[in-house]
């Protein structure tokens, strides 16, 4: 007992006292990567120098050596592991009990002699584990000067020519000739254009111009066909987003990433959250969450369920997730999309501070205002392809337009209503009351008219809608519309299915969650509200439904491969119609 307590006790001090050189390696470690990420990735540093090729070798050598001394630090921290230490002991007993050795040394028995060999072993891994320890500590230290030796050697006087290579890289992102296609349908074609550091770069084009597909590429969620992409330098093929953002290349996607379950300390950190032993450190997780907000100026409270949040709220979480990955290039895939005036103001506040902290920024967007107010420069794509770049504060709304169309469309603003003032009402609705957002709303429609709802967030313009489209209950009210001899007729309307009944469409502000069934065909979210159309008995008529949808396909010009094609695999604009 006391022999097999010593060697345990040995193991454990050798264990304590290594623990330091473990930190101080992954801080040497760390450095490395560091210094080279921020010369250039180093190489390219050295390669400037042109006599300086066997410099080059050896630190693509000490590069190695760092991954090989990562290795061995993994396999040493396992030797320290107690199941190792009692596997170890468990095999010599078995071994010396297996070979039927008999001893008799002075009064020692068999247990005793297994007992002292316990000892002995224990005491010899101790010591082998810090003589390692010992030995790759010395190794990084000697690594770690000898880049900063590689790193400060200076070009002779013959090389001066190309010791301007030695600035920083200037553009972050370069795609070069960028192919991609999907189900036999070509999406990008030979598109090339750069995304420089310290800059926001707008990226606009109409629906079906590829550009959340282009950024998709970039993130690893799709593959590119051919071309290539180099970011800071070096040509890149991110296979996931996951090994997008360990690259710091981050996403704020459209449809935001969120589980409105969860807290949005445990949204920011899914899937690598902070562990203390085997749990997971709440506190770090949320006390990390704090600093995000707060190096972000945003007042969130990380405690908060995220499904309690609005909408913008919910998209500045989205970037204090990026910033978490230590992102160096955010990409924001139409972030106004369901923002306010307020919220977009304070995302854009965001994106300058990002933009000062030396990020690189993408702002991928349709609203031309948007684009003329935070972007540097703005690059035009049209189907696939790029049509050009223009510096954002020396261009104008109608060149940006003439470059996204092929031509420029605009029209004044209208002075009066083009609708005559007898033309008959379609829609009229009196007195209409939906719980404490709607309360005594009344308005009439005419036929060929547009009407716009305006007003702040929350003064009931989309809960309106909803109980116009019996969506939500309504507590009394009266809805007419005009019937097929063009008089207007009170109607009941308590379910969408009313609603369609009379001839009324509803396109949500949240089509993933209230408009499209993504997992399922353009044809079959097409004729998804008028199934009754296409429906004798319990059969469904196919043909039928098919030449609808494909005619709906070509009125809208909606780019997708056929209309069996699952709507989640179109672009956004592409779903909304």
């Known amino acids: 007992i006391i022999t097999n307590l010593g060697g345990a006790i040995s193991l454990l001090s050798i264990t304590i006292i290594s623990m330091p050189y473990f930190s101080r390696i992954q801080k040497l470690l760390d450095k490395i990567a560091l210094i080279a990420r921020e010369n250039l990735k180093g190489v390219r540093v050295i390669r400037a120098f042109s006599n300086q090729n066997h410099e080059v070798k050896r630190f693509n050598l000490e590069t190695k050596n760092q991954k090989d001394e990562q290795v061995k630090v993994g396999k040493i921290q396992a030797l320290l592991n107690p199941f190792t230490y009692l596997i170890v002991n468990f095999a010599i007993i078995i071994i010396i009990y297996a070979s039927g050795f008999q ?19 224990s005491i010899l891994q101790a010591l082998i584990v810090f003589a ?54 070509d999406v990008l074609h030979d598109l090339s254009f750069t995304i420089k550091k310290d800059e926001t770069v ?20 799709y593959q590119k066909d051919s071309g290539s992409i180099t970011y800071k330098g070096q040509e890149v093929a991110f296979h996931n987003t996951r090994e997008a953002q360990d690259n710091g290349v981050v996403i704020v996607h459209q449809e935001l990433n969120m589980v409105g379950d969860l807290t949005v300390a445990q949204n920011i950190f899914i899937g690598r959250e902070p562990k ?44 204090a997730k990026a910033i978490s990955h230590k992102a160096e290039v955010i990409i924001f895939d139409e972030p106004s999309a369901a923002l306010t005036e307020k919220e977009i103001a304070d995302l854009f506040v965001i994106i300058r501070d990002l933009r000062e902290k030396n990020l690189g920024i993408v702002y991928i967007s349709h609203r031309m205002d ?140 949240d089509r993933r969650r209230y408009g499209c069934v993504v997992q399922k065909s353009v044809t079959e979210n097409t004729t998804l509200a008028t199934m009754e159309e296409f429906t004798s008995g319990i059969f469904i008529n196919k043909s039928k439904e098919k030449e609808v949808s494909e005619r709906y396909v070509k009125e809208l010009a909606t780019k997708t491969p056929n209309c069996e094609q699952l709507v989640v695999n179109l672009s956004g604009g592409n779903q909304q119609k």
């Open 103 to 121: 001893v008799n040394v002075g009064s020692l028995s068999q247990g005793e002699v297994i007992a002292l060999v316990n000892y002995m072993n």
């Open 132 to 185: 390692n320890v010992l030995s790759i500590y010395n190794k990084a230290t000697a690594s770690y000067q000898r880049v900063f030796e590689v790193l400060e050697t200076k070009p002779k006087v013959e090389d001066q020519g190309v010791y301007e290579t030695l600035t920083p890289i200037e553009n972050m992102i370069e795609f070069k000739n960028v192919n991609f296609g999907y189900l036999q349908k």
């Open 202 to 221: 707008g990226i606009i084009g109409g629906t079906g111009a590829g550009k959340s597909t282009l950024m998709k590429v970039l993130t690893g969620i």
């Open 276 to 319: 203390k032993g085997i749990r997971v450190d709440d506190k770090k997780m949320i006390e990390d969450s704090k600093k995000l907000f707060k190096d972000l100026n945003i007042e969130i409270d990380p405690r908060e369920k995220m499904s309690n949040l609005t909408v913008g709220k919910q998209q500045m979480c989205e970037i």
């Open 370 to 509: 948007e684009i003329k107010v935070i972007t540097d420069r703005v690059t035009v794509m049209r189907d696939g392809g790029y049509v050009g770049t223009l510096i954002t504060k020396d261009s104008t709304k109608e060149d940006i337009i003439n470059m996204m169309v092929g031509r420029v469309i605009y029209e004044d603003p209208k002075e009066h209503s083009m609708v005559a003032p007898d033309a008959p009402v379609v829609l009229k609705v009196e007195h209409l009351n939906a719980g404490k957002m709607v309360q005594d709303v009344s308005f009439e429609l005419r036929k060929g008219e547009i009407l716009g709802f305006s007003g702040l967030m929350g003064a009931g313009r989309t809960e309106t809608a909803r109980a116009l489209f019996g969506a939500d209950p309504k507590q009394s009210g009266k809805i007419s519309i005009m019937d097929k001899s063009g008089q207007l007729r009170e109607v009941t309307i308590n379910s969408p299915q009313d609603a369609v009944k009379y001839g009324i469409g509803y396109l949500s502000e």
